[in-house]
């Protein structure tokens, strides 16, 4: 059971209740306190797929992923540039993963997360966002999107692939931003399947 990992988990690594929250909030970048830790190790309270992949990284103790039904750990790497730097069969380096994130009912394929920069796909992915990209899928189907690499100006971009006239489309509120026209040579980095943003548990008191 779960609580039993996370209790196992704090014994591993000689952490306190209080200080594995404090850890757990920062690297989550969501309020987590030490009664939400205890609640965990008393099966109170669900294990999140996100905070179980976290505990395995604060403490050094792994995560049993079998007791997490469809749940997989993306790595997230520090840049675009370094998804650019993969080869299709090459696998991702330890020093080009910023972290892991949890993620469930992906189908099966070779993963990768990128955090998005700039508003040039913000209908979709604004600013912050989190994009999971298959490197096993590479095949360009219009109206899809992609992650693409390309030598020259374009460098690394994340757009949305069309075929007619060939091009790569970006999908936002700017319109100051235009289509890219690859003329040279480029290489698909992977297909995105899911784009998630994290608003943080300040956004409902903002609103009101």
Do not use: C
């Amino acid at each position: 059971m779960l609580q039993g990992w996370v209790t196992d988990a704090l014994k591993h690594s000689k952490l306190s209740q209080a200080e594995l929250a404090r850890r757990l909030t920062a690297h989550l970048h969501r309020a987590i306190d030490r009664a939400a830790v205890n609640k965990m190790t008393l099966g109170k309270r669900a294990v999140a797929g996100d905070e179980m992949i976290a505990i395995e990284e604060i403490t050094g103790f792994p995560a049993p992923l079998e007791n997490a039904d469809g749940l997989v750990k993306v790595p997230m790497l520090d840049s675009l540039v370094s998804a650019s730097n993969l080869s299709a069969r090459e696998a991702v380096k330890a020093e080009d993963v910023e972290r892991y994130i949890a993620a469930s009912d992906l189908p099966p394929g070779d993963w990768i997360a990128l955090s998005v920069e700039g508003d040039s796909m913000d209908l979709v992915s604004p600013p912050g966002s989190i994009i999971f990209v298959n490197r096993a899928d590479t095949r360009l189907i219009d109206g899809g999107f992609y992650v693409v690499a390309a030598d020259g100006d374009h460098g690394t971009t994340y757009k949305r692939y069309r075929s007619k006239p060939e091009h790569f489309a970006p999908y936002s509120t700017n319109r100051d931003h235009g289509p890219v026209l690859m003329d040279g040579p480029f290489r698909v980095v992977g297909r995105v399947y899911r784009t998630m943003l994290d608003i943080g548990p300040s956004a409902g008191r903002r609103g009101k």
